[in-house]
């Protein structure tokens, strides 16, 4: 039983975030289990598991190598710690480029269906970007219906996925030197579906061994997901709902309302929530909505299908990965609306102590005891209006006695795409350039990913990043880092105060916060474009650039290939939680220096902050003066 006072303290210990403490303490006090709780009851996690060193890929296992050198030093069929590792690694990497592909797959398969004018709501928004990247895959635009362009892009797209060509279009966006590389070690991606799919026959027994070749499979799979599966679903979701424009909007715990239906829209995929946020205009719906007793529907986003609202249309965001449970704690959510990729399984039953409906929507993310709503293009509004009413329908269930809703929203600004940072700089990054080479902006780096309750939530991506722009280092930032900095305040012109006086000056200047919200997940794909256009234009390779990535709190699948296409574009990048690779120093070595050597980046594992931002702030320098500036 937790007194007042500790209850206070856990929630401090918990998270950073003051309505995030609020809320923990109200779940505490209502008996809720969170993340927080189970993960505390699975502790001491096996530390085979966490060196890697554990195999159960085949009916002989599991197997487990002993870490200190002993014995069993090889699986039943003989496999030793370094393919064991590796192997492991490879198998969780595909899990994640498989995520980000397939979502960028149903993108487009949308688009198709909004061309052949069988879907229900959608529209060609950005025809601008529809022609420009028809034109990479070198289909024709002049004289043609905007309809016709994006049958025959959505076509050509689909077939990348199986590419017999031998190599993926959007690849081709990466500048020659860093192509040379990729094709110097053989990891230039051919097709998406083929490098997961063969990464699934390397890993089954008996196939790959040698670690090196099966690490070099990972990058190669990992660069299929950046420069191939991200980045489709990025450019599709542009073209069909518009590229993001800067805006403002607020997020946190507090963007719930008291008294309007408030819907959580949570998971990656925006193709539902856009048509949500399409049915929430329909007057009819709004008078429903009065009528059951409430001012009018409040939709707030989370974790990457938040993104992706509040990047395009200025939807508010309530929270990242470890919000989930704790909006529906705050009593006050009539529906949370699901499509897939983060979503707890834990979410029916904290709805359950509520009076929150959780609507699932894919065919592909059933979760027992929730609401299956199917989604599908040729009905997507109808649903999404179906949707709505059951929120509506449920607003007299809201229990006001339970009811908290914390604090005050913060302010964002949001809606940095690669082509609005290029525009806002003049057409071309030159004056980036020029920045960069003056000084005024010592280096960019990209924080990413999740939230892990390993870390206080977003303690992580807070404190690097206020250590980086104090060293007048830009930061980008996609998926929950950027809505824990968006929690913190620091999305906002007026964060550049903390910022070294050089790149306030520069923000200053162009009216723009130090860290810029460049989109869900998927949306690194922006950041590797950008580099890519920068590289160009100075005519070296990326990983000749002075930038850097990290994942301060990750824990998804996904993050390992964000990091690895990272690290294999010639980004150096920090990871705040170890990946299970300790078990092999084979592995280990491969990745923290062998790959220097390829790609002039590596992976390093950090878990203070500060001690990240050293590290970044010394590749940094190192890549400066390698350009000799
Ligand atoms: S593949 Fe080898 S190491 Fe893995 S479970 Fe089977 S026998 Fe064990
Ligand atoms: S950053 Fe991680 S937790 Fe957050 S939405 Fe993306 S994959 Fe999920």
Redo the contacts with the bound molecule.
């Keep these: 039983m937790f007194s007042s006072s500790d209850i206070k303290q856990e929630a401090e210990k918990r998270a950073l975030d003051t309505t995030d403490q609020e809320i923990i303490g109200k779940a505490i006090e209502d008996g809720i289990e969170t993340a927080w709780e189970r993960f505390a009851l699975q502790q001491p996690q096996c530390g085979f598991g966490q060196l890697g060193v554990c195999c159960n890929n085949c009916a002989m296992g599991p197997c487990r190598i002993d870490p200190y050198g002993g014995k069993p030093s090889h699986g039943v069929c003989g496999a030793n710690v370094d393919t064991i590792v590796s192997r492991n690694l490879l198998d969780d990497l595909s899990v994640g480029a498989a995520a980000h592909s397939d979502h960028g797959r149903e993108v487009v398969e949308v688009l198709l269906e909004t061309a052949e004018g069988k879907s229900e709501g959608y529209r060609i928004c950005d025809e601008e970007k529809l022609k420009r990247v028809a034109e990479e895959y070198g289909i024709g635009t002049a004289g043609r219906s905007k309809e016709d362009i994006a049958k025959d892009l959505a076509l050509g797209m689909l077939a990348e996925f199986g590419s017999v060509k031998g190599f993926i279009q959007m690849a081709e966006r990466a500048p020659d030197k860093t192509k040379a590389i990729w094709t110097e070690f053989g990891i230039t991606p051919r097709g998406i579906d083929r490098e997961i799919v063969e990464a699934m026959h390397r890993v089954h027994m008996g196939v790959d061994a040698d670690f090196i070749n099966i690490l070099l499979h990972a990058m190669r799979t990992a660069l299929a997901d950046g420069w191939g599966g991200s980045m489709i679903a990025t450019d599709c979701s542009d073209i069909l709902f518009g590229t993001p424009k800067p805006l403002t909007s607020w997020a946190n715990l507090g963007t719930l309302s008291t008294d309007k239906v408030n819907v959580v829209l949570h998971g990656?995929n925006p193709l539902l929530s856009e048509m949500i946020v399409q049915a929430v205009e329909d007057p009819e719906l709004k008078k429903y909505a009065i009528e059951k007793g409430a001012k009018g529907i409040n939709l707030v986003g989370m974790?990457?299908t938040g993104n992706e609202l509040l990047m395009r249309s200025g939807i508010p965001i309530a929270g990242?990965?470890l919000d989930q449970e704790l909006a529906i704690a705050t009593g006050a959510v009539e529906a949370m609306v699901v499509d897939y990729?983060?979503i707890f399984p834990s979410i029916p039953a904290t709805a359950g102590c509520y009076h929150t409906k959780v609507v699932t929507t894919s065919r592909k993310a059933k979760i027992p005891g929730t609401q299956y709503m199917e989604f599908s293009a040729e009905t997507a509004l109808s649903t999404a209006k179906e949707i709505i009413r059951l929120a509506i329908d449920n607003y007299p269930n809201r229990n006001l006695d339970r009811v908290r809703i914390p604090g005050k929203p913060m302010k964002v600004m949001a809606g940095f795409s690669e082509e609005e940072i290029r525009k806002a700089l003049g057409g071309t990054y030159k004056p980036l350039i020029d920045a960069i080479v003056a000084g005024q902006i010592k280096g960019v780096v990209g924080i990413v990913?999740?939230?892990h309750p390993r870390i206080k939530q977003d303690y992580g991506h807070v404190t690097l990043a206020k250590e980086l722009i104090k060293r007048n280092i830009l930061v980008v930032e996609t998926?929950?880092a950027a809505i824990a900095c968006g929690k913190a305040g620091l999305l906002l012109p007026e964060a550049a105060d903390n910022a070294g006086s050089r790149l306030k000056a520069v923000c200053n200047l162009l009216g723009i916060p130090p860290v810029l919200h460049m989109g869900s997940?998927v949306d690194n794909s922006r950041i590797l474009v950008m580099a890519s256009m920068v590289a160009k234009e100075l005519g070296v390779s990326i990983g000749d650039l002075p930038l850097g990535g990290a994942a301060p709190e990750w824990?998804?699948q996904?993050?390992l290939p964000i990091g690895t296409y990272f690290v294999a574009s010639g980004v150096y990048t920090v990871l705040g939680i170890p990946p299970k690779i300790f078990g092999s120093k084979n592995v280990l070595n491969l990745l923290a220096e062998g790959l220097k050597g390829i790609t002039n980046s590596a992976f390093a594992v950090e878990p203070d902050p500060v001690k990240a931002a050293d590290l970044l702030e010394e590749e940094i320098n190192r890549k400066r003066a390698a350009l000799g500036i």
């Design positions: 990656h974790c990457c990242n990965v990729q983060c990913g999740c939230n998926g929950c997940c824990y998804s996904k993050a």
